[in-house]
Structure formats: C-alpha cells, structure tokens
C-alpha cells in the first residue's frame, strides 16, 4: 500500500469521528493534493467539500481536523487555513519505497487486474507497395507502449498489423506497373520504385481520367481471382513487408498477427447475411446500410449499389474474428484521429447486433504528424521516410560517441539504441491527441527533454553504482542522515509515485503519462547527483545511497523500456 493510499485512511477514519460517513478512503485519496514546496508538507487535504455538511468554514474543520490524525508514516500534521499539511516521515518512507523496488525489480508498478485475458491491439497497420512514412509511426510507437501498458495492468496484449493490402489503389498500382513499370527497378528498391509508380499515376490522371477507370477495373479483376492481377498483388505485399520488418526490427517491434484487410476477403459474406438475419439492413440508393439515426450518426454503408463491400463491412468482420479468436477482455484500435466517426459507428453496428462486448472496443486517436505545418502526402509524393529518419539519427548519434566516448565497447548497438530511441521519445513524451510537427532539428537533439538525456541519466547511474562497488540486496539499511536532504527526497517521492503513473497511463491509454514521468525522475536524479555526495562518505551512508541510485536505475529502465526504448549502461 503507498503512503498516499495509508494517509487517505486515517483521514478518512478521522472524518469518521467527527461524523462524515460518506468519504471512504478511496474518495479522499482523489482528493489529496501535493502542496507547492516542501515547506507545506508532502500531502495537503483540502477541506472545501466539507464544509456543507459539516455546516463550518474550511478553516475550522482544518484546525479540527490536524489532530486526529497521526500514526505511520505521518511525522507532523499542520491546519493551514482551508488545508491540513501533512509532513511524512522521510526516513522511514525513503526505506520502504527503496525496499520495495530493489525487491520487486522490474515487476514495479505490477498489477494483475488483467488476469491474463487476451486484449488485441490494431497498431501500425501501413499500406502496402507504398513507403513507411514519419506518419506511421504515431500508430506503431503509441500502439507498442499501449501493449507494454496494458501487459504491465497483467493482460496479455496481442500485436496485430492489420496491413493495409487491398483496395482500389492496388488497381491504379497494377495500372501504372503494366504502364510504365520496370521489374529491375523493382526488385532493386521495392517501395521507392512502386511509390514513384503511385505517384506518377496521379500526374497522368489529373491529364487522363480513364486511368481512374482502368484502375478501378484492375482492382475488379483482383477481386475476381485474376491470376496476372493476383500475382503483382503478392509480389507487391511480399516485397513491402520485407522492407517494413528491417524497420520494425530496428525499432524492435513486433507483431502477433499480420492480418490485413485482405485476409478478411472471404469473412465479409457471413456479416452481410447476419445483418439481413437482424433485420438491420435498409436500401438507400441501391446501396446498403444500417442507420444509426438513434444515435445521431450518419448511416454505416455497408455495400456499395454495385454490390462491393467497404472498409466498415471488413472491420466487423475483422472485429467477430477477433472476438471469437481472442475472447478479448479490451479490443483497442491505434488509429488516427481522422477516423474517429468510423469507429464509433463500427461500435454502434456491433451493439445493434447484440454483441455487448462491443462496449469493450477503444478507438485510440492520435494527432497527425505535420511537415511544414501540413498534412504528409504519399498521393503527392510528399512524405518523409522513417527509416531515413532512424538512420540519420543513428548516424548522429556515432558522431557524438566518436567525439565524447571513442573507447566505448558496442558502439554501433548504443548508437542505434540512442538514436532510434530518440525518434520514438520524441512522439511519446507528446499527449498523443497533439499534432506533432515533423523537424530535424527537435528531433535529434540530445538536450532537455529528450530521450538520450534519460538514457544518459541511465547510465550514469549504472557508472555510480560500478564506481560505488555495489552489492545489490533488497533489504535496506538507513542511517540517520544518509537521505535526508531535498534532493534525495524529491527522489524517493517520485519513485513512489511510479506505480500511480502506470495506472494514469493505462487508464487513459496515455504513453505520454511515463514519457513525462522518466524525464521528471532523470531531472531530479541529476540535481541529487549534483548536490549530494553519494561515494565520498562512510561505508554504510554510501551504501544507502547507492541503494537509491539502484531503484532509479531500475524504475528508469522499466520505463523506457515500456515505452519501447533500449536502457544502455554506458553511453
């Protein structure tokens, strides 16, 4: 139980006495506030919502209140005007909160409410035969965190890259390689080749609508089962996924499941017919759709009048697959926020239907990734390419490395553990509704709230405690005055709240919660390592110390590596 949790209760037991039921511990833990500076205490009790049912003015019931509570780890208790200050016992809290990560390690911030259930995550999720753009990478760093989120919560997260691989832009893809195409240039660099194919379809439409056309018939054929038609499809898919796994690879993601849209092709029939079943179809111009007046939405078309099948026909399907292959406790979507009204439609269509499991689906939005200010475009050609992006930060970083550390041992992994990491931070530190403008410069910066600055802090702390001659245990030993300064407090406080973090994050499917919490807790590591001698004192205050430089350097790596981020022990 953390201080904060035992704290609530004796508030709450007090306010028992002096006759208010209705707080229970839980409720006024909600209520708890950090005061300003130290000097106010650790934890301030605000008294306004009492004050109507105790029929007294805040102050008075703080003055009141003070004096009922004490015991572990409360030190002293002060009514300041409407505010019960409560000061904590840093000694004795400092040694359960070191005590218990040194013993827990990486469990840290556990916790087994997911018992184990299965909760797929659509993440990723690029479009084949075109290039894994800066734009994909909010999907497949946010979605990634989310499964280290929700594993972390004790479920048991399923990673699925539902590949965009089927479509109309297949034809025009098909179109323009029978066109212009040219398969050494293909087998040479697949997606620059293909993109360039894509893009230069677009030109001559703009000049030669009938392309439209002939794309739109290629992509019949393809659904026919045609077999020139099918075989540039797969080589397109093959060649693609092979150039996105040396990108996943590199920034160390995997998936569960590959499943695109098309492997829903022959699944769409049996959600068409249990709609007719349902009596959930209606006709509107020659097209079918289930209406979602009662809820304010637009209809959900579900085939087109020439008989086609859309995305929202493959997405239930894809959903009922999931469901029965899974029995998933959490189905959650990492989507862009453009896409918002389709999923709450999709949910809708699902509950219409029956399915009460559908209240347990999660479209998670996310803002856009901006150049110049502007949407990227694959159509115009307008696109920055991720891997481009990784290398040249990877490159940057060996640069540093050669300058400030040329005797380092595994150069080459740090420089890619440094620079990848310092691509993926740079989207998670962000909430993830925020647009995110695209530049060079913020993004390969290795100052400030970055993610190499946290990874340093990392390893400075691994150098302390290699310097200090460390010797882990899990039982803890302070003395009197071995932490007792504001620096090492400020530490001990955050590291405390880790557990808390995790919990913020997973409830609001929210990375940005540990993003922001790492920096906070490398900040405050480096002014305790600045203003406090940790190796320069007697045996037994050294080890208490170095005790506390172990949990961060444990809570630090937990959360980089949930995160999606490499910790290295020297840089």
Not at 251 to 266: I, L, Q, R
Not at 324 to 329: K, M
Not at 416 to 430: M, P, Y
Request: with cysteine; glycine share 6%.
């Amino acid at each position: 139980m953390s201080y904060k949790h035992q704290v609530a209760e004796m508030i709450s037991a007090a306010l028992s006495k002096q006759g208010v039921d209705t707080l229970g511990a839980e409720q006024v833990r909600n209520m708890l506030e950090t005061p300003p500076n130290l000097a106010m205490g650790d934890i301030a009790f605000p008294c306004f919502q009492l004050a109507k049912a105790l029929r007294k003015a805040p102050p008075v019931i703080a003055a009141e209140l003070a004096p009922l509570i004490s015991g572990t780890p409360v030190r002293e208790v002060q009514a300041a005007g409407p505010y019960v200050n409560i000061f904590l016992d840093q000694q004795s809290v400092a040694a359960e909160v070191v005590g218990t990560i040194l013993s827990a390690g990486a469990a840290y911030g556990s916790r087994d409410i997911g018992k184990g259930r299965k909760v797929p995550i659509d993440l990723s999720s690029p479009n084949i035969a075109k290039p894994f753009s800066m734009g994909h990478l909010r999907s497949t760093v946010i979605g990634n965190a989310i499964a280290n989120i929700m594993e972390k919560h004790g479920y048991q997260p399923v990673r699925i890259n539902h590949l965009g691989d089927w479509g109309t832009q297949f034809g025009k893809l098909i179109v323009a390689y029978r066109l212009w195409g040219d398969e050494a240039k293909v087998k040479a660099e697949p997606i620059k080749e293909l993109l360039s194919l894509y893009v230069r379809f677009h030109e001559e439409a703009e000049n030669d609508p009938s392309l439209e056309d002939q794309g739109r018939e290629w992509f019949k054929k393809l659904e026919d089962g045609d077999a020139e038609a099918l075989h540039l499809w797969q080589w397109f898919r093959d060649e693609s996924l092979k150039e996105f796994m040396k990108i996943y690879d590199l920034m160390n993601v995997s998936f569960d499941s590959t499943h695109g849209e098309a492997f829903y092709n022959d699944k769409m029939d049996r959600v068409v017919a249990m709609l007719e079943e349902k009596g959930l179809l209606t006709e509107s111009d020659g097209a079918m759709v289930v209406t979602l007046d009662e809820y304010d939405m637009p209809p959900s078309l579900i085939k087109k009048s020439d008989g086609a099948t859309l995305y929202a026909t493959r997405d239930l399907a894809a959903a009922l697959y999931r469901h029965e292959t899974y029995d998933f406790a959490k189905a959650l979507y990492v989507v862009g926020n453009e896409q918002r009204l389709h999923f709450q439609q999709l949910y809708k269509v699902l509950e219409k239907m029956g399915f009460e499991w559908a209240k347990e689906m999660h479209h998670i939005p996310f803002g856009m990734m901006l150049k110049d200010g502007k949407k990227m475009s694959t159509r115009k050609g307008k696109v920055v390419l991720l891997e481009e992006v990784l290398s040249q930060a990877i490159e940057d970083v060996k640069k540093v490395i050669e300058e400030k550390n040329p005797g380092l041992a595994n150069k080459e992994e740090v420089a890619r553990q440094v620079g990848v990491g310092a691509v993926i931070f740079h989207d998670l530190k962000n909430y993830r509704l925020n647009d995110i403008n695209f530049s060079w410069e913020e993004m390969l910066t290795f100052e400030g709230e970055t993610g190499p600055y946290v990874q340093y802090t990392h390893a400075r702390a691994c150098s302390l405690l290699r310097k200090g001659g460390y010797v882990p245990s899990a039982a803890v030993s302070l003395p009197q005055d071995a932490l007792d300064s504001k620096e090492a407090w400020a530490v001990v406080t955050l590291l405390n709240a880790f557990p808390e973090v995790i919990d913020r994050a997973a409830n609001g499917f929210d990375p940005s919660q540990i993003g922001k919490y790492v920096i906070d807790l490398a900040q405050a590591f480096n002014k305790f390592y600045a203003n406090v001698r940790i190796l320069a004192e007697e045996d037994a205050v050294k080890n208490a110390r170095l005790q506390l430089v172990a949990a961060v350097v444990t809570v630090l790596k937990e959360g980089l590596r949930i995160l999606g981020l490499a910790a290295p022990e020297e840089m």
